[in-house]
């Protein structure tokens, strides 16, 4: 079974390590041709020039970029996606997509003889080096079959949603709770911190009640309190999530304030501190707008 993955940013570059790890031929591309040629010298794994290069002789072709957007543009031209994937090929998108541009895709490549599956992940860089991601798969139940082996090379809880775009729709519902409970939790701690708790108590008891999340249990006592702030999922990239999330409900008529308001949060968020900050760092707004730091330590009490 050959396998191309194309787009070794953040998480792609681990889940395409578990795949010439699992000693699968590999074949890769990525746009800034210096990493797919680090990876291949490092993994083995044979460079393409080219998206149809990477494409030609692919059985399972994977692609990994930020939006929908950008396969659109991977696909087009002499040189694209589309020239080179072979008629019976399955084209497995493991972007955090859009499900109109899914469907859209799906269409195209189907006339072509080529399945489409939309299957956007979750679990982060840490998932994916272990090979613990959650895949959310939307398509054919016999197109999942066809690239199950490859899935479980990096995927630990692979799901079948339903229709193209259902992974995509999953996937965009899951980081806009994500999303919530960053914000939300900033301003809970905040609070706190000028009520004079130390967050670093406040969160050890809200993760011992009914107010706990995985942003309270692991984002905020390692990447907050610590101040670390590690770069591992670009703000942008949620901020993208939960615009889609938010699109949906609004397509499908579901009153959504707090999924819509989140949406514009992040908006701001993105604009105010760029492309590179991570989502978590959406919490320092919450944190400018308070006038106060969510450090562990003595309570610092605010009376304002
Ligand atoms: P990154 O921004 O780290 O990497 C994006 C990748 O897409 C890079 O390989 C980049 O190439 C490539 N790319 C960007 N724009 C273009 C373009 N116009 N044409 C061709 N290639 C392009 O993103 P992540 O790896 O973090 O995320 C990828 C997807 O996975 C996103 O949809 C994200 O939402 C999702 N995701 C990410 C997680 C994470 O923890 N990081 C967790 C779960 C899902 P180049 O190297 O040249 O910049």
Do not use: Y
């Not at 957007?69 to 994937?85: D, F, H, I, P, Y």
């Not at 692979?158 to 729709?169: E, K, L, M, S």
């Not at 938010?246 to 492309?275: H, Y």
């Amino acid at each position: 079974m050959n396998v191309a993955f194309l787009g070794l940013g953040s998480i792609g570059l681990p889940m395409a390590r578990r795949i010439a790890g699992a000693g699968l031929p590999l074949t890769v591309w990525n746009r800034t041709a210096s990493k797919a040629a680090d990876f291949a010298r490092e993994s083995g794994a044979r460079l393409a020039e080219t998206p149809a290069e990477a494409a030609r002789g692919a059985d399972i072709v994977i692609t990994c970029f930020p939006s929908s957007r950008e396969l659109l543009e991977v696909m087009a031209g002499e040189q694209g996606l589309m020239a080179g994937l072979a008629r019976g090929a399955v084209l497995l998108d493991c972007t955090s997509g859009d499900p109109a541009n899914s469907r859209m895709i799906a269409e195209r490549v189907e006339v072509h003889g080529v399945s489409f599956m939309d299957a956007p992940v979750s679990g982060g860089v840490a998932g994916a080096v272990k090979g613990e991601l959650t895949v959310m798969c939307g398509g054919e139940a016999e197109t999942l079959e066809r690239v199950r082996p490859v899935l479980e090379t990096f995927g630990k809880k692979i799901v079948h949603c339903g229709d193209v775009g259902t992974g995509d729709a999953l996937k965009a519902m899951n980081n806009a709770l994500l999303a919530i409970h960053v914000w939300s939790t900033g301003e809970a701690l905040a609070t706190l911190t000028k009520a004079g708790v130390d967050p670093a108590i406040a969160l050890d008891v809200i993760n011992a009640s009914s107010g706990r999340s995985n942003t309270s249990m692991n984002l905020f006592p390692e990447r907050v309190l610590t101040r670390a702030f590690p770069r591992t999922f670009r703000l942008a990239l949620l901020e993208k999530d939960i615009g889609i999330a938010a699109g949906i409900a609004r397509e499908l008529r579901v009153p959504s304030p707090i999924t819509q308001l989140a949406a514009e949060l992040f908006t701001m968020a993105r604009a105010e501190l760029g492309e590179v900050a991570d989502h978590v760092e959406a919490v320092r707004i919450v944190e400018q707008w308070a006038g106060t730091e969510i450090i562990a330590g003595p309570a610092r009490g605010d009376s304002a």
